[in-house]
């Protein structure tokens, strides 16, 4: 009988990467790499982690490394390396820094598993997705950005809480970028089918697209010395489960566009369909005029940084 384990290579086992790995290990999805350029690191976190497994009753193998050879043949390799956001400092800030790390990391990565599907977490995550994908080349299927199955699930938690309900039963979506401009859409939101403008009024819907809008800052002010990666993780760890499975979710990912929502040679939060072979499919909603403009206002927010980067 062939024996035969799925592998997710991790890239930054920082604070997203290394919940991230727990996440894969726990739900027993995949074995995990967890790669760092902190010597002793990653590999002290997994050996952390892989001593936790009889306790959380698992199998799957956590190998700590600072060397690429480690990550052949992953068929996941999410890059959450790089500096993180501080008090004050805009995503855009991030950029030069990280930019340089990912595709550094995507293109060492890469080599080691030319079949890989690659997402992306590092922010600021559209411009740097964008980035990685020129560096690459890798067609759009094959490259994504996480940020909208975190935002969507934030909103989705600020729903549940405002109505006292359950966020199982909370649909939720959001589009855009992933800052201050990003597009929750209260229109396309239910509580098992209701849509939310018969459950609240109006008022009280922009007050929790405010607060999705501004949900990273709000953790990052409360904890001043980290930002978030609970959730992040989660969110991440949800679409590893989507490829891994072959589940065909429908989820707001950071896709390379060409043509979509009338934009074209950009990354921004569309609903992809996601399965194992990545994105299989954009799917294009029928949006207002205001919401289109919308998206349009956040695409173009990405690509003056995109412009601003490659000077
Ligand atoms: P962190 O500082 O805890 O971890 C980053 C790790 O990257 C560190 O361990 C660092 O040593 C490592 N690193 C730096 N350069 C590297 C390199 N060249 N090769 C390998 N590893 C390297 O940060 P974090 O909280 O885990 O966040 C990671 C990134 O994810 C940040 O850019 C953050 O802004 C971003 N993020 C994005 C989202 C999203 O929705 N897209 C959500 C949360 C965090």
């Not at 480690?70 to 990280?98: C, H, Q, W, Y």
């Not at 699930?153 to 966020?167: C, D, H, Y």
């Amino acid at each position: 009988m062939l024996c035969y384990s799925p592998r997710v290579t991790i890239v930054g086992a920082g604070r997203v990467g290394s919940t991230l790995a727990q996440r894969i290990a726990e739900k027993n999805l995949a074995d995990v790499v967890l790669l760092d350029i902190i010597p002793g690191m990653p590999q002290g976190l997994a050996l952390d982690l892989m001593e936790a497994r009889g306790i959380e009753t698992h199998n799957r193998k956590i190998i700590g490394t600072n060397d690429y050879a480690d990550t052949f043949g992953s068929e996941i390799v999410v890059i959450a390396a790089g500096i993180k956001r501080k008090p004050g400092m805009s995503r855009d800030d991030l950029l030069k820094t990280n930019a340089l790390i990912v595709v550094e990391a995507t293109l060492s990565a890469i080599a080691r598993s030319p079949d890989a599907i690659f997402i992306i977490i590092t922010n600021p995550v559209e411009v740097i997705t964008y980035l990685a994908r020129q560096a690459t080349s890798l067609p759009r299927d094959r490259i994504m950005g996480m940020a909208g199955v975190l935002d969507s699930a934030r909103f989705q938690t600020f729903i549940a809480l405002e109505l006292g309900v359950s966020p199982v039963d909370v649909n939720a979506m959001v589009l855009g970028s992933h800052g201050d401009l990003m597009l929750p859409l209260p229109r396309y939101c239910t509580v098992n089918g209701i849509p939310i403008t018969e459950l609240m009024d109006a008022a009280t819907i922009e007050r929790l697209v405010e607060r999705t809008r501004h949900g990273g800052a709000e953790i990052v002010e409360l904890m001043q010395t980290g930002s978030a990666f609970f959730a992040p993780a989660s969110a991440t760890c949800l679409m590893v489960e989507a490829i891994l499975r072959n589940q065909s979710r429908l989820l707001p990912i950071a896709a390379y566009l060409q043509g979509e929502y009338g934009l074209d040679n950009i990354c921004l939060g569309v609903p992809c369909r996601l399965g194992c072979g990545g994105i299989d499919t954009v799917l294009e909603l029928n949006l207002t005029d205001g919401e289109m403009a919308a998206l349009h206002t956040s695409a173009e927010s990405v690509r003056e940084s995109i412009e601003r980067y490659l000077g």
